[in-house]
């Protein structure tokens, strides 16, 4: 119940409810507190003057809004009660916006202070013009003649705050101490308060009209509350008068004075205990719901709190992560210098090598050039001239080779005392400025939303979204569905888009469908498996796209005809490879005895020929005595006599027509044509069976000879051609006729 208590607590002075009062926005105020937070508008600013000018647009404007209420500046969340609470004000203080501020009464002397207490009925009067300002919704409210009392009590509440109260306080608190309450010491029954014993003194004196008072100890007090009946509720219009019916239109309890004399007189009214009842039930059912979500938002709070530790969980370790790949790093590159610094020595050390062999080189050259030099010089100091010339020549010689030895190059460096090596570390100085987290994580599995997937006759829509938590990109999403008869699932579409539409499938066939995200890292999860149900019935129309140039359509593509004297082609925009299926057309114009031809066939259908001519076509072309069937200009008449050459031939015809309900005798077969065709009105009817391989014609219900194909596999559309003389509409979606019975397989043998 701790929850409870700040429901309980007035919002003006943050203390329990005492005298509850219910404003007209539904909200709660103490009496008391209702009383400090009184505003009064100078009489030249009330709202009446103010309408009555029409001087501009005033605060109270919005009057005709709601009688019961004034929005003024107030509204804007200046609370002329906030200062009541931590101090009083001079009288009649003049606010910024016209409005003037009552202060909280100053407690009267203790002989006058009873006038004050509860349950006595006694107010001061309240000013003219008063209005009141809701603390909560800072509704502004105005006051009537009768004031303060014009508000009804909530004695409901006031009941729940005492027996909160009993059930929280171990010892009874004086109900008058303004701060720090002390221990109530005894109870007055007739005023029905706790009073300590400096309140009784000053509040409850044992004399005058109070001297009568029954004043008992709290705990029996406590218990005398508990256990007294309950209070019945009077009219606040008509005091005298119990209120007894609900006013439905104006949802408030009622008196009977009011139904007879007062504004409720007109209004719809109920048994107050049958709206009590109803009203409790509503309140239950609301709380049911209530409840369902308090205990949803629990079982979240509890989630929450996982993610909590989850999320300590992953950041230690995720933080650990990082170090240990940052450790890595760091050993990398401390490997790297020490590969680098090897480089370096040696290096150095090969410097030092090629120039302390230069050093020793040119050392000994030197100490031979100088010996040279001093032999020489000797020499030259000799007066002998005979023995001079005798080795001149060859010093001479040996001069100019010791000089040559010191030529070019002899006294160049043989290597640079710098180190040619320069360390490239802007690429991975960019690199390491540019380290930061990547996803490396596959994509969460996407979520299908439902009340957007939906089937069309043989087409089906899905759309998904990524789960509302998840932040991992993603780059593309893969939608698979299965073949529609529970086999192997394959990828119809692939892209960014999270909406696609998927033509032309097996119609009245349960797909399963799911789809996947995909990103760098990888593929994620399937979703849920969604399965869907294409119609039952094909509902189609012609094809302006795949019809010739010289078809004209119409109808909304129902209706056909052609422009040409020579036969086109037109196909319906839906391809059938499973499945039973049956359409009907009806011969609206026949003019010059033409033939168009009835039938399917595949997509790249030649369609500046008859129907029929080519191997890409199954047809029966009729004109106004008989018809043919046709396939790859090969074609054979509708009656049995012109294609029965055999008897296994005739057996076959025979096994058939038991299949399909129209057996008969060996002397009903006509060995010779039979006249019938087509004219103005005729319908031609196609029956496409899968489950047999077979293709059946009619005309005017009435089947046109044996099967006239049979083994058809693969995609077949709906297909017709037509010159200028004939106009023929389209009716699809039909069901199969009465006399076939679809589902057998033995419809197998030769083409008649």
């Known amino acids: 119940m701790d929850e409870m208590e700040e429901e309980l607590k007035c919002p003006v002075c943050g203390s329990f409810f005492r005298e509850p009062i219910i404003l007209p926005c539904s909200h709660n105020i103490?009496?008391?507190?209702?009383?400090?937070?009184?505003?009064?508008?100078?009489?030249?600013?009330?709202?009446?003057?103010?309408?009555?000018?029409?001087?501009?647009?005033s605060d109270y404007d919005y009057l005709d809004l709601d009688k019961m209420s004034l929005y003024s500046e107030a509204d804007s969340g200046y609370g002329s009660y906030g200062g009541f609470v931590s101090a009083p004000t001079t009288p009649?203080?003049?606010?910024?916006?016209?409005?003037?501020?009552?202060?909280?009464?100053?407690p009267p002397p203790p002989q006058a202070q009873h006038h004050l207490l509860p349950h006595t009925g006694v107010l001061p009067p309240v000013p003219r013009n008063s209005c009141l300002t809701?603390?909560?919704?800072?509704?502004?409210?105005?006051?009537?003649?009768?004031?303060?009392?014009?508000?009804?009590?909530?004695?409901?509440?006031?009941?729940v705050v005492d027996r909160y109260q009993q059930s929280k306080a171990a010892a009874l608190k004086c109900q008058l101490c303004e701060k720090s309450p002390r221990e109530a010491t005894v109870m007055c029954e007739q005023c029905d308060v706790f009073y300590c014993d400096p309140c009784r003194l000053r509040c409850h004196p044992p004399r005058g009209p109070l001297a009568k008072h029954r004043l008992v100890p709290p705990a029996q007090g406590r218990i005398s509350r508990r256990t007294s009946p309950r209070k019945i509720s009077t009219c606040t219009e008509h005091e005298l008068e119990n209120l007894s019916m609900y006013c439905v239109q104006c949802k408030t309890p009622v008196c009977y004075q009011c139904l007879e004399d007062g504004k409720h007189s007109t209004h719809e009214v109920k048994a107050l205990g049958a709206m009590w009842k109803l009203h409790k039930g509503q309140l239950s059912q609301a709380l049911n719901v209530l409840s369902d979500r308090a205990t949803e938002a629990k079982e979240f709070l509890v989630q929450l709190r996982n993610m909590v530790q989850h999320i300590q969980e992953n950041g230690v370790e995720f933080e650990a992560c990082l170090v240990a790949q940052c450790d890595a790093l760091i050993e990398a590159l401390n490997r790297r210098k020490a590969q680098l610094l090897s480089r370096v020595t040696k290096e150095h050390e090969h410097k030092l090598s090629v120039v302390r062999d230069q050093i020793s080189h040119c050392t000994v050259k030197l100490r031979q050039t100088t010996g040279l030099m001093e032999y020489c010089l000797e020499v030259i100091k000799e007066n002998d001239p005979s023995g001079f010339l005798q080795i001149s020549d060859a010093l001479i010689r040996r001069v100019h080779m010791t000089e040559n030895q010191w030529g070019k190059g002899s006294l160049t460096p043989r290597m640079s005392s710098d180190f040619d090596l320069t360390l490239?570390?802007?690429?991975?100085?960019?690199?390491?400025?540019?380290?930061?987290?990547?996803?490396?994580?596959?994509?969460?599995?996407?979520?299908?939303?439902?009340e957007e997937c939906c089937t069309q006759t043989n087409s089906a829509t899905l759309s998904w979204k990524q789960p509302p938590l998840s932040t991992i990109a993603v780059d593309g999403y893969i939608l698979e569905l299965d073949d529609g008869n529970g086999g192997q699932f394959r990828e119809v579409y692939v892209g960014t888009e999270m909406i696609c539409t998927v033509d032309g499938l097996h119609f009245n066939s349960t797909y399963k469908s799911r789809v996947k995200a995909f990103n760098s890292s990888g593929v994620g999860q399937y979703s849920k498996t969604l399965v869907m149900q294409t119609s039952e019935i094909a509902w189609f129309t012609f094809d302006p796209a795949s019809a010739h140039p010289d078809i004209i359509l119409s109808n909304d593509n129902l209706t056909v005809t052609c422009n040409s004297y020579d036969d086109r082609v037109v196909m319906g925009n839906t391809g059938f490879s499973r499945g039973v299926h049956y359409w009907e057309m009806t011969i609206d114009r026949y003019d010059n005895h033409p033939d168009p031809a009835f039938g399917i066939a595949r997509v790249d259908v030649m369609k500046d020929v008859m129907l029929g001519k080519d191997d890409k076509a199954w047809a029966m072309y009729v004109d106004n005595n008989r018809s043919w069937f046709m396939h790859n200009n090969s074609?054979?008449?509708?009656?049995?006599?012109?294609?029965?050459?055999?008897?296994?031939?005739?057996?076959?015809?025979?096994?058939?027509?038991?299949?399909?309900?129209?057996?008969?005798?060996?002397?009903?077969?006509?060995?010779?044509?039979?006249?019938?065709g087509i004219s103005k009105g005729a319908t031609v009817g196609v029956l496409l069976d899968f489950s047999r391989g077979i293709l059946l014609f009619l005309i005017n219900d009435e089947q046109q000879g044996p099967v006239a194909f049979n083994t058809l596999e693969g995609m077949y559309y709906p297909a017709i051609s037509l010159n200028r003389n004939v106009q023929v509409t389209l009716h699809s979606g039909l069901p199969i006729p009465d006399f076939y019975t679809p589902g057998e397989s033995e419809a197998a043998g030769s083409v008649c």
């Open 30 to 57: 103490c009496l008391a507190c209702a009383r400090n937070i009184l505003v009064q508008t100078p009489d030249a600013e009330s709202p009446q003057s103010s309408r009555a000018s029409g001087s501009g647009v």
């Open 134 to 159: 809701c603390p909560q919704c800072h509704r502004s409210l105005t006051l009537d003649d009768r004031g303060l009392r014009g508000f009804p009590k909530n004695r409901v509440l006031e009941g």
């Open 635 to 676: 074609h054979t008449n509708r009656r049995y006599g012109e294609c029965l050459q055999s008897d296994r031939c005739l057996k076959h015809v025979l096994k058939l027509d038991s299949i399909i309900g129209r057996r008969q005798s060996m002397t009903s077969l006509p060995m010779r044509l039979t006249d019938g």
């Open 424 to 450: 490239d570390s802007g690429p991975l100085l960019q690199t390491i400025h540019q380290l930061d987290f990547v996803q490396m994580k596959v994509p969460a599995a996407p979520i299908l939303q439902l």
């Open 92 to 106: 009649c203080q003049k606010s910024p916006n016209g409005v003037r501020v009552f202060p909280p009464t100053v």
